[in-house]
């Protein structure tokens, strides 16, 4: 309790109490100690800036000390602003707390307004596509049996038209074993595409097999290259569509500017999936763990952003090179919404990031309180 | 042969002559040998500068040159030669004359102080294509230096021949001397005991070559265009050498504040909604920033002065938000115009005739750039400056309001299908001038213009005072400090371009461009995280402070590369900030007295050959020295600086006080968190410490004095402060405060120091009244503590000041609280005004 006052360093008393505590001791970088009328006096004398929490004495010192708006009365107390943003002419807290008194409008009431509305209307939302998403979880159960089942098929064949080959070719039979060369041919780039997906489809869904029907869907995104990449080197931006097939590839096609007598233009392939972004490639034994973890809980447990196997963001590589520069890649980022492509952004030579809104990324944490918490920002 | 009407003659003399030069017009054009008339003429300037001009009716280069021949010729003629002495007593610091050979008058001698300093040699073997050129020697010079704008080494190298011609060089070479944006045909010949400079005076495609030998420098001057014209400037110091060619040329512009702050600019941010969020991400991430920029896509269809209706429908508003923050913007507006009817700059340009013509002058000349089919305006026109002013009036240049300001670029000018990717030399501007005899000046005057609009548009509401300009122009030539910045164009995301940089910078600098930067990370490509700490840690102490990158690099926010290198580049722009105060001083003293705001080393110690070459370091004003760290730490997390100087002159690490002896080189370990900055002993720098997010939000704040004192415990430094931007300091609306500490005593004065480049202001007419103070003092160089520290002051009018509620309590002597640890005193709160003059001693 006496440390977390500490650092929060909110209030004079508290830090005051600090300075009494922890002063003493030169090695922990914590409060200094000075003389009381040295609080707040709008001069800095601790490099922490514990001396000036409520003054802009402090601010770049190298002190990490911010301004608490709203004179400790939560829940506005909890908005922190830089102890430059205090009294620098600017409204920065929504009681004007930051700055001399009547400077500035208080909006504290605007704001939490608004973010009730924001929160009413994401509450009703959320619980729509919670049940999407479970509708979806449903699909998904079928949707990996149906992959299983078609690797399994694909391999079945493949391994029956190999056996053939040997047939034919211990009986010399050379147009029967290349038309059966053929059709294994067929089956391996079957086998091969679903590849693709991994070796097994809970892998290949991260665990998440309400996201499996996404793979027999396509997303469209029409956007300006002014908009999605800054802009263009030729006299006239041009719009793209853009298409997003979840767990298969990624094309683009311009479909603006094309002048009459010129060759229409041609799809862009920007990239083929190539699993999950992984922050650090995780071990065969965590893999192993997280599946069994998965499998376990799956309808339990919600969808976990932000974790080492950051499983929201889709990776695509090796599409068609663009001119001049390197091979295109894609990353789409699921959120949570409706089913629908949001945004796609070329952010450096080749590299495309797209935002995928699916009721498969909702989790029940991300239902707000109807009330806002005292740690809501404002 | 020559004509003098009688001696002394006053300004100038004229020798009327034959010239048997290759160049003449029409030498061979009938068979026989037609000679051109020209005019052999020598002016007199303030400061002992001298002219030789060969008259001959060929183009002849306005404007750049602002300074008028006044000076006294005394005239003393013998059958072989004739001498011209500067006669004019104006601020002379050296004495000189110009020694001319008769009967050709074409051999010129230019002696400082009675010795030969400069030889003109008119060339008379030119080659075919060329019109006018001269071997100039610099006798007894070991260095020269000057002839922006190229990627070389600060020092020019003998046996090299630079071009000077302005070219967008897409991707430029490092070490190329071909030219790139931008010229100034000045050069600096510099030895120990002398300093002279010289300017060639063409707009041309023009040669220099640079031959050294032991007793001197020869540079080979050639044009393929124009009239010969060269200025002399006899020194005798880099200094004076540098503000005889302000003089000349025109002293920089004092920039408002703002436009010291830090610039973030990206071809380009993608939206209304794009630009406020960069803005919030600034302040999220608690990193001061002054302006947003939008390149050529905020536009419809790359229009100048028009606005893109998809992703900036609204820019008053966007504005508006950004005012709010006390911030500014800066859109761009290119010389090229898109050739469509209904756009309103083409229309007008068009109905009025005021596009550059093709050659034959049968219509408007036409080329590629950004917009497609485009015409460029011929800012050679005086009608078309007069008039492209106005098109920056706000009611002109729809959604633009007061915090707009303006970046030029493209205007060397670059014509994408056209030779050299530059307009044909053979086209035709105002008055049937050829490109060819402007070419290098096309930047400058659209420069120029864009000026003037910033003055006209501010001359009403809602505007109360005129407020001072702010652009940024790509390309540039002498005299462009008058209206602006300049950046070193499209470099890459290079270490070596980080390297070159200061050379670059500083070649700029010491030929009177003043307001000059680099791109931070680099134009081109995506730099390494290291590389784009070490650049933003440059960056902070050059004149110029903007990070910028290509449309097909990643995003470039000083928070997308984690969390320690966001504390990293926080730190770098908040030291920038911290240091502004003196930096604005600087500024002011560069408009004042023509100086430069960065120098190379040897500008300040000219006699210490070490630093005759040394390019790695540059000054900031005279009290700090900045050595950027241009390799990775993985390379060496070491680096060797040379201070120079004497031993009671020692150095102190700027942040935190450590001596170091001098003259010496000291191996110096760099982490990642700062690069090597050095105050100069017996100097004083003003600065504000606390951390805000725009130059705006610090206007209130105090400010602290930083001292390092010299052996005999003697610092002096100044703090100049306006109201940042409005001219009222013109009519006396400053204060300018000289600090001088000397036996335990610093004193608090005004500024009154002259020198005889200092320009004559008119009697005050109007005053800048402040009630901050300092909050803190630092002094650093102190051997032990002093036993008490008291505040006096000399005298304090404060009501005159408005300041009758904080005068109080600095009446009375006071003592003053104190800190001494590691050699570094500390005053706290001494209750010192700026307004008022105090002493404070140390007992």
């Known amino acids: 309790m006496l440390l977390a006052l500490c650092r929060s360093q909110a209030l004079l008393w508290a830090a005051l109490l600090c300075a009494l505590l922890v002063g003493a001791d030169p090695v922990a970088q914590g409060p200094c100690q000075v003389p009381p009328q040295w609080v707040n006096d709008d001069y800095c004398d601790c490099a922490d800036g514990s001396d000036e929490p409520r003054t802009a004495a402090c601010a770049g010192s190298g002190s990490p000390a911010t301004f608490h708006c709203g004179q400790g009365v939560p829940p506005l107390s909890r908005r922190r602003i830089p102890l430059g943003q205090f009294a620098d002419g600017i409204c920065d807290c929504c009681d004007g707390s930051d700055e001399p008194p009547s400077t500035c409008p208080d909006t504290c009431g605007n704001h939490l307004q608004a973010l009730k509305d924001h929160n009413a209307t994401l509450h009703a939302n959320l619980t729509q596509w919670l049940v999407m998403r479970s509708q979806l979880a449903e699909e998904g159960k079928e949707c990996v049996m149906g992959i299983t089942q078609e690797m399994e098929q694909a391999n079945e064949q493949l391994q029956k038209m190999v056996e053939l080959m040997k047939q034919f070719q211990a009986e010399e039979q050379e147009a029967a074993f290349l038309q059966a060369y053929h059709y294994a041919q067929h089956f391996k780039s079957q086998l091969d595409l679903r590849k693709h997906y991994a070796a097994s489809p809970l892998q290949v869904f991260d665990g998440h097999l309400q996201l499996c029907p996404l793979r027999t869907q396509c997303f469209h995104i029409v956007d300006n290259e002014k908009h999605f990449r800054g802009g263009s080197a030729e006299p006239e931006a041009h719009d793209y569509n853009f298409t997003v097939c979840p767990f298969q590839h990624v094309t683009q096609i311009q479909v603006s500017g094309i002048k009459e007598g010129e060759d229409p233009p041609k799809s862009v392939v920007l990239g083929i999936w190539a699993g999950w972004e992984r922050e650090t490639p995780p071990s065969e034994e965590e893999k192993k763990m997280r599946i069994k973890e998965l499998e376990e809980a799956e309808s339990a447990r919600g969808f976990r952003p932000g974790t080492a196997q950051n499983s929201r963001t889709m990776i695509f590589t090796g599409g068609e090179s663009c001119w001049g520069g390197p091979p295109r890649t894609v990353r789409v980022t699921l959120r949570c919404g409706v089913q629908q492509l949001t945004q796609v952004r070329e952010n450096g030579k080749c590299t495309y990031t797209f935002e995928l809104e699916t009721p498969g990324a909702c989790t029940h944490d991300m239902v707000p309180d109807l009330m806002p918490e005292e740690d809501d920002d404002f | 042969f020559f004509s003098a009407t009688g001696a002394p003659m006053r300004c100038s003399a004229f020798f009327a002559f034959c010239l048997f030069l290759g160049i003449c017009d029409g030498l061979w054009s009938s068979g026989n040998i037609e000679e051109r008339k020209q005019e052999a003429q020598v002016d007199a300037y303030d400061y002992g500068i001298l002219k030789y001009t060969l008259v001959d009716g060929a183009y002849k280069v306005k404007d750049a040159v602002v300074a008028k021949p006044h000076g006294e010729l005394s005239v003393n003629d013998s059958p072989s030669h004739m001498v011209l002495g500067n006669g004019q007593t104006n601020g002379v610091v050296a004495k000189s004359h110009a020694k001319i050979a008769k009967p050709t008058f074409t051999e010129v001698e230019m002696s400082v102080n009675d010795e030969v300093a400069m030889h003109i040699s008119v060339d008379d073997k030119l080659p075919e294509n060329a019109q006018v050129g001269a071997k100039i020697r610099f006798a007894g010079a070991k260095t020269i230096y000057g002839i922006p704008e190229r990627a070389v080494d600060l020092a020019l190298k003998s046996g090299h021949t630079y071009r000077l011609w302005n070219l967008d060089v897409f991707r430029y070479q490092l070490d190329d001397t071909k030219g790139i944006y931008g010229t100034i045909p000045f050069l600096m010949a510099h030895s120990a005991t002398r300093t002279i400079g010289m300017l060639w005076l063409n707009a041309g495609d023009t040669t220099v070559g640079i031959e050294k030998d032991e007793s001197g420098i020869t540079a080979k001057w050639q044009s393929l265009s124009g009239t010969l014209e060269v200025y002399f400037m006899p020194g005798p110091t880099p200094l004076d050498t540098l503000q005889q060619m302000s003089y000349l040329t025109g002293k920089p512009y004092l920039p408002p504040l703002f436009a010291m702050g830090y610039h973030q600019c990206r071809w380009n941010y993608r939206s209304e909604e794009d630009t406020l969020s960069v803005d919030e991400g600034f302040d ?560």
Not at chain 2, 734 to 740: D, G, K, L, N, V
Not at chain 2, 760 to 786: C, D, M, V, W
């Open chain 2, 284 to 843: 999220t991430h608690d990193i001061p920033y002054d302006v947003i920029w939008l390149d050529i896509e905020h536009t419809d269809g790359k229009r100048y002065f028009t606005w893109d209706a998809h992703n900036f429908p609204t820019p008053e508003l966007m504005q508006e938000k950004i005012a709010a923050k006390g911030r500014k913007m800066v859109t761009i507006t290119d010389p090229h115009i898109k050739r469509a009817a209904g756009y309103h700059i083409f229309d007008e340009a068009s109905a009025n005739g005021y596009f550059v013509k093709k050659s034959d002058g049968s219509g408007d000349y036409e080329g590629h750039c950004w917009p497609g089919t485009s015409s460029w305006l011929d800012f050679t026109n005086p009608a078309v400056r007069d008039w492209y002013a106005t098109m920056f009036k706000y009611d002109k240049y729809k959604g633009s309001t007061p915090i707009l300001y303006t970046w030029i670029d493209m205007n060397e000018p670059s014509v994408f299908n056209s030779h050299e990717v530059t307009m044909d030399i053979e086209a035709q501007h105002h008055g049937g001038v050829r490109h060819k005899d402007v070419h290098n000046q096309y930047g400058f005057y659209q420069t120029m213009a864009t000026y003037a609009g910033q003055i006209l548009r501010s001359q009403g509401p809602p505007h109360d005072t005129t407020t001072r300009p702010f652009i940024l122009s790509r390309s540039f030539f002498a005299g462009t400090q008058r209206y602006g910045a300049i950046w070193t164009g499209d470099n890459e995301a290079k270490w070596s371009h980080l390297e070159k940089a200061t050379p670059m910078l500083l070649a700029m600098s010491l030929s009177a461009l003043t307001f000059v930067g680099a791109d931070v990370g680099g134009f081109f490509d995506n730099p390494e995280e290291e590389l784009l700490v070490r650049w933003y840690q440059a960056a902070a102490y050059t004149p110029f402070f903007r990070g910028h990158a290509h449309l097909e690099t990643k995003r470039r926010e000083p928070w997308l590369f984690g969390e320690e290198n966001t504390r990293l580049i926080r730190d770098a722009i908040r030291s920038r900030y911290r240091v502004l105060p003196y930096i604005y001083t600087n500024f002011y003293l560069a408009a004042k007295e023509g100086v430069s705001v960065i120098s190379p080393l040897f500008f300040w110690w000219p006699t210490d050959e070490k630093l005759f070459e040394l390019q790695d370091a540059f000054m900031l004003g005279d009290a700090m020295m900045v050595r950027p760290i241009f390799n990775r730490r993985s390379e060496s997390d070491s680096v060797d600086v040379y201070l120079p100087g004497s031993p009671s002159e020692p150095w102190y690490d700027f942040n935190d006080g450590t001596a170091y002896t001098a003259p010496a080189t000291h191996t110096i370990t760099c982490d990642m968190n700062k690069i090597p900055v050095f105050q100069k002993a017996g100097t004083i720098v003003p600065m504000r410490e606390r951390a805000r997010r725009s130059t705006t939000a610090m206007r209130n704040d105090p400010f602290t004095l930083q001292i390092a004192v010299d052996a005999q415990g003697r610092a002096s430094g100044s703090l100049y402060l306006d109201d940042t931007h409005s001219h009222k300091y013109e009519n006396g609306a400053y204060i300018h405060r000289q600090f001088t500490l000397q036996d335990g005593t610093l004193k608090a004065t005004k500024y009154t120091r002259t020198s005889a480049y200092t320009a004559t202001q008119a009697p005050a007419t109007e005053a800048f009244t402040t009630n901050l103070y300092f909050e803190r003092i630092r002094i650093y160089g102190l051997s032990k503590a002093p036993a008490a520290v008291f505040l006096e002051p000399l005298s304090g009018d404060f009501n005159a000041y408005g300041m009758q509620d904080v005068g109080a309590d600095i009446q009375t002597r006071q003592s003053l609280a104190f800190d001494f640890s590691n050699g570094m005193l500390t005053i706290r709160k001494p209750g010192a005004y700026l307004m008022l003059d105090w002493t404070i001693t140390l007992a």
